[in-house]
Every structure is written in structure tokens, then in C-alpha cells.
């Protein structure tokens, strides 16, 4: 069994992307699963959804834990936790990352046994939640990959999948699909089915036995008030607000209220604070500011010229 | 819990600079229902408890995470207003058991979206107004059922393109008015508000703290996700709301309607309009002339009968 998974931000298309691959599996003749993981599906969010692709029933259900081919489209999510992208991989699996740098140097980075491979990004975009056509390239890409999945067989799921769009957006993503594919035919075969998990090679977790206690106490009472600032979702952040403080005129309250989330808080000494933590970089602030104080830019450079300054 | 608050939503300086809600919400970047809500918290604040309806707003509280200092009850779609009667009822009998002290008292607040208020939740708010529920109601309204991708609801506007509306001409019927609907209950108070003019809602959140009484809010929610913009336009879209009238800023109370922000000169509404996604085929790929005129006839009538503006 093909058992896929398409990381990437929300918007960024990954469910289109298992859906393209899913559909063109079900006309190669294959029985398919295909789903988003359900979740906070937001923009920006790390999001993944898995296709699973046999030619008898499948019969395993949920996420993919061991996956034969990993498909990501947006790099800054391989080093981030939350994201899951290395999860389950092994020297069976192949990573296939859309990014600027090297397979050799992901390959060091991530210190894997698994192949590397480099979707060579080609659209230069500011906002990484708006790379345009990924989805469809992914999905070209691990078309080719498989090598069971014919030319046409996409174009013709492609063309299924993305017809509601206009005409010329559908034109230009088979453009750039077909190019994905045609530039990834020389690994054909690379991704190869994963064995059926079996019974009998299934490791006994450790298990810790625990006794049955009342279930007044056992179930965890949370008393606490505003727990939710434990997650942080400054990670769904692609472009990051920065205050240009010569330019705050300290009105104290435009960016404080206006943030949807909260995230501005204004300090004592009048001038606003952005919590990074949470920012999930919408960039109203950036809108209403009266006097432009507050400027953005892509979270990848922020973090790289962070890395910069205390390196 | 003391009923007399003083008015002192004067100036924009007077909004509140620090935030009670929690940060860390799964709401989507620039959600313009999570606006409305912080700016009502900050002023109501953590003396709530908060019966939600299924929606978009109910992922705020996913155990053990939760925004809100207080309490949270989550509540099938059409039962908000009877799970606040169950709540108040409650704390009603332990006050009078003076099993809780009045400065232990909490205000009960219904939030739902608007498939619940406009929808299928109607009859149970209606009953709740019927007997005079001491509650406040608001209703983030997104114009579909936006948690579970934007299908059209009661409150999509006439020509919105919805995941089921996605004929050329967009959602064909017209938005319901709740307002109107509600204010015929003649509860305490009835409002329409929008975080994108945060003085105006924090007087009216600053007045309702004073009263008893259902007291009903419909806050206009512009939703990146739902009506296709990007996220960062929310607060401009929420003004244009009420500059072009889309989105009359009015209350209700003791069987009088009084608007609260008059927009001087109207704007066109195709300026509110082509700001989002789910009119894009009123412009592209030509002009719908008549659609955008009917819209702009259906609001020029509405502020003529208001004859205010």
C-alpha cells in the first residue's frame, strides 16, 4: 500500500493536494482513501492530509504513521514540533521538501535515514501562506514518484479537482503540475508501497498499569482561567508585524484593540508590545496603524535574521 | 452583582489597553467574531460565565485550554438561551439560599453564530425573551455557517457566494433581519454592533452592564476565511460595513429604535463589495451592473425608511 502525506500551511492547498493524488490513484485503478486531518484548519496553521492509495480494500484507518513518502510544501515547517513532518520516517521513506537549499543539506540537518529530495522552489513569495499552484505541484510531484500514475491520469484528476476554478487557473496550475512531474520522472519508483503492518512485528508498548481510581478525581479539573495561552500560535505566523518605535506615536489603544487576538498589549510606558508568541501575523495591525509605525516581513527572514544577531 | 456602572466610553484613550481573553485561540488570523468578543470581555469582564453554541467560537474552550477566566458551557446549536435559563436559574437559588454571596454573581452571556441565532436557535431565544431571561445574547455574525466552510445560513446576504451558493449569481435569498425579529420581543435591549467601531460597541456593552433583562447584541464578524479576503483588510471591511449602511449601527429599548452611527455621506456599497471574495463575480468577469444596483437600491431603501442619514 502507497501511504502518502502532504504537509504544509493552511491555504497553502494540501488538501487539494491529496484530493488531486487521491483522484488520480482512483482512475489508475487503485482503491483510495484521501482526507485532510481535522483540526484547526486554519491559514497559516501547519496542516497535513494523507492519501493511502492499494489495489485490494484498504482496511487501515486514520493517520499515517509510517508513511512512504512525506511531501512538503512549505520548509519552515520540518523543524517545527508541532508540525509533525518526520514523524514515523525511516530509511523506506522519502522526504520530498520544496525548498531553496539542498537535499545534502537537509539531509545533515535533519540527520535522517530517509531519502531527500528538493521540489527546487520556484515562485519567490513574500507570504509563504500564499506560495501559489504548491498543491498541485505536490501532488505532480508524487505522482511522479510512484511511477504507476500516467501523464494524463493526473491532468485528467488535476482537471476533476480544480474544476470549479476559472479556465486560465486551471490551465496554469496543469502547467506547472506537468513540469513538477516531468522534472521528478528521473526518481520514477523512488516512493515504493510500504509493507502491510502485521500482527505478529507489532512492538508491546511499554505499558504502565495503572489502577482504576474514582472518577471525581482521576479526571483532571481545570480551574485555571486563560490555559489557551499555552499554545502558541505564533507558529502560524508567515509574515511577522514589527514596530518601528521612532514612529509609534503611543496612542496607546489603535493596534491594542484592533488586534483580533489580543496579542498588543500596551506597556507602561505607553507604547505598544506585539506577544509573539501568539501573533498569528493577520496584519491588521499593519492596516490601521495611523502613522505606518508598524511594518511587516516574512517570518522566514525575521527568524533567519534573528539567528543572525545572536549567533 | 451591582447593576449601576457609569458611562465612561468617552474617547478612543478610553478603550482598554490590556486584555482579558487569553491569547492561544484556534480562531483563524484576523477573525472579526474573536474582535467583537476580547473588546465585550475586556469590559464585561471575568464575573461571566459563557454558554456557547456550536459554531466556530466553541473551539475557543478545547479542554483543558480556555480563553476565558471564568466559566464556559457549550451547548447544542439550537439550545444556547435554554442552557443560560438552566445557569441563571441556578445561581439564582443559591443566592436566595445565600449559598452565594451577590458579589460571587455572575452575568450569563449566549454566544453563538449566526446558523444558530438567525436559525435553528430562534425559538429558544425567542422563549428565553418570552420570559424575561436575565442574560445578555450575542450573536458574531458571520453570514454562513462558517466553522464547517461557509455554507449559507439565514444571514448570508443576497449575491454571497457561499460553498453552496456557487451559481453565477451567488446566494439568491436576502438576509434576514434579526434585529427586527428580536426587537419585536421588546426585550430590555437590542443592539447591532461591529469591532470595527470599538467606541460605539464599548458604550453599548457599558450601558447593558447597567441593565437587567435579556439585553440581545448581533455583531457584523467579517471572516477572512468565509468571505475571501486577506486577513488584514478585517477591521477596513467592518467600517465599510457601516459607511456604505450596509450595517446600520442602531439599539433598541423601551419600543424605540435609535441609530447610533449615522455614516454622513454614504458610500457606494461596491466599495464594500469588491473587497471580498464572495462578490468577486459581481466585477470579474464583467460588471454585473443590475446586481450591485439592487444591493445599493435594497440600502438606500432601508436608511430612507429609517429616515435618518
Redesign the interface.
Known sequence: MFRIRFHGRGGQGMKTASRILGTAFFNAGYEVQDAPRYG?E???APIFAYVRADKSAINERGVIDRPDLVCVADDTLVGMPAAGVVQGMDAHTVLLINSHETAATWQQRLNTEARVLILTATEDVEDRAELPYIGSRCAAAAAALTNVIERETLVAALTEELG?LPADVITQNRDIALRAFDDMKQHAGLVTPGSMPSASDYDRPEWIEMPFDNAAISN?A?HA?????????GL??TMRPVINYPKCSG????C????????I??RADGYPEI?Y??C?????C???CPPHAIESIPEHVAREQEAEASA | MSKQSPLHFHRMKDMPSTHLLGTGTPTCAGCGGLETLHTIYDILGEKTVFVNAAGCMTLLSVYPFTPFRGGWLYTSMASAPAGAQGVRDALDILLQKKKLSPDENVEVVVITGDGAAYGMGMSATSGAMDRNLDFIYLCYDNEGYGNTGQQYSPATPHAARTSTSRGSHGYPGYKKDLFAIWAAHNPAYVATVIAAEPLDLAKKIEKIKGMSGPRMLISLAPCPTGWDYDPQLSVEIGRLAVQTGVWPLKEYSDGEVRHTKVPKRRKPVEEYLQLQGRFRHLFEPQRDAAGIAEIQSRIDAYWERAKVG
Open positions: 484547526a486554519r491559514r497559516g470549479h483532571l481545570i482561567g486563560a490555559t489557551s495561552v499555552l499554545v502558541r500560535t502560524w505566523r496612542c496607546a489603544w489603535i491594542s484593540t484592533y488586534c483580533p487576538d489580543g496579542a498589549n500596551v506577544d508568541d501568539h498569528k501575523g493577520c496584519l491588521v499593519v492596516a490601521q
